[in-house]
Structure formats: C-alpha cells, structure tokens
Nanobody, 111 residues
C-alpha cells in the first residue's frame, strides 16, 4: 500500500518562505509524475506545480518565479520550495502521485 505524507506547512508573513515535503512510502515508482495542488477555502483544488513523465516541470502562472519543485529519488521525496509568499497562496497543499494523494499540509500567509 502506498502512502504520501506531506509536511512543512505553517504560518508565515508575506514575503516569507516555506519548503513543503512529500514522502512516498511504498511503491517507489509512484514518485514519477508527481505534482502539488492546493485548495483555498471556498475554492476548487488547483494545480500548482508538477513533473511530467519525462521530468519536465510546469507551474501555474501565479507561482512562476517564486516556487520550485524538486525530487530526491533516493529519499522518495518531492519538495516545493515556496519563496516570496503572498496572502493569496494561503491554502491546503496536497501532493499527488499516480498512486494517490497525500493528506495535505496547511500554508497560511498573513499580510
């Protein structure tokens, strides 16, 4: 059975940084094509960043230049480095793999 466990969320002021981590426990091939999504209260879940099966990264326009996704295959972990955070980045952040979703980690950015 595969489990995805996120961590690294928290509360920061605008302009601050956080690094989210998502560890994949179980089938290691579940790290291919991983991505991050977020969902703010009252809004639909949206794609934030991810890898395609060739390892190419993509980002939603609102985070380009501020967020960076990376993968450590040795640790079965995907990261999301978030810099220059804005209040509109406040949301529950989820990692997603072909094998399922994590439980989410809350990010709150105050102005």
């Amino acid at each position: 059975q595969v489990h995805l466990v996120e961590s690294g969320g928290g509360s920061v002021q605008a302009g601050g940084s956080l690094r989210l981590s998502c560890v994949v426990f179980g089938y290691t091939h579940c790290t291919y094509g991983m991505s991050w999504y977020r969902q703010a209260p009252g809004k639909e879940r949206e794609f934030v960043s991810g890898f395609d099966h060739y390892g190419t990264t993509s980002y939603v326009d609102s985070v380009k230049g501020r967020f960076t996704i990376s993968l450590d295959n040795a640790k079965n972990t995907v990261y999301l480095q978030m810099n220059s955070l804005k209040p509109e980045d406040t949301a529950m952040y989820y990692c997603k793999s072909p094998c399922g979703w994590g439980q989410g980690t809350q990010v709150t950015v105050s102005s």
